[in-house]
Antibody, heavy 121, light 107 residues
Framework: EVQLVESGGGLVQPGGSLRLSCAAS????????MSWVRQAPGKGLEWVAN????????NYVDSVKGRFTISRDNAKNSLYLQMNSLRAEDTAVYHC??????????????WGQGTLVTVSS | DIQMTQSPSTLSASVGDRVTITCRAS??????LAWYQQKPGKAPNLLIY???SLPSGVPSRFSGSGSGTEFTLTINCLQPDDFATYYC?????????FGGGTKVEIK
């Protein structure tokens, strides 16, 4: 079964750090770009960051640049998001998402259920 | 970055209606457009990719159209299971962006 399972969310104080993980299974992880997408309570979807198959290219939404770092370990079929200097506005459910391959095939077909990050004192 | 403007933000409809949701991109996205359905507490589910292609398993009452900067999601003969929130997403660039969402409510 193709699936993505996130972990690592929780309650953190403003200014704190958290590392999210995403375990992939059922497909060739190293063939795909991967993304993190978040959804604040009662709000819409927001793309946060993505990473190329070999990790050589990473992109971020402006609001997290310099604070968040996306990475991957293809040997472990895992995606990560290191979140530093967290703010209240980072409170959201964070989803791991399989993007496309080099031809953008299979775009958006696999999403994790998400892990909740709450930034509050 | 490419901005995606989705309308309407809320739509009231009845079972059996035909509904249309529009998404406008701030620049051409070469048909790299996806539509998702999301229900409360669940991850989004892909309905349409490449503007008009249906993934296997998606009912044929869902269809997508458009090109360049203007795109449409149409749901024919709305079913009870279709009351949900719908999002468009462009993936023409390496900075994919979502529309603001359309909530389809029961009239």
């Amino acid at each position: 079964e193709v699936q993505l399972v996130e972990s690592g969310g929780g309650l953190v104080q403003p200014g704190g750090s958290l590392r999210l993980s995403c375990a992939a299974s059922g497909f060739t992880f190293s063939n795909y770009w991967m993304s993190w997408v978040r959804q604040a309570p009662g709000k819409g979807l927001e793309w946060v960051a993505n990473i190329k198959q070999d990790g050589s290219e990473k992109n971020y939404v402006d609001s997290v640049k310099g604070r968040f770092t996306i990475s991957r370990d293809n040997a472990k079929n895992s995606l990560y998001l290191q979140m530093n200097s967290l703010r209240a506005e980072d409170t959201a459910v964070y989803h791991c998402v399989r993007d496309g391959d080099d031809n953008w095939n299979d775009w958006g077909t696999v999403w994790g259920q998400g892990t909740l990050v709450t930034v509050s004192s | 970055d490419i901005q995606m403007t989705q309308s309407p933000s809320t739509l009231s409809a009845s079972v059996g209606d035909r509904v249309t949701i529009t998404c406008r991109a701030s620049q051409s996205i070469n048909n790299w457009l996806a539509w998702y359905q999301q229900k409360p507490g669940k991850a989004p589910n892909l309905l349409i990719y490449k503007a008009s292609s249906l993934p296997s398993g998606v009912p044929s009452r869902f269809s997508g159209s458009g090109s360049g900067t203007e795109f449409t999601l149409t749901i024919n003969c709305l079913q009870p299971d279709d009351f949900a929130t719908y999002y468009c997403q462009q993936y023409n660039s390496y900075f994919p962006t979502f529309g603001g969402g359309t909530k389809v409510e029961i009239k």
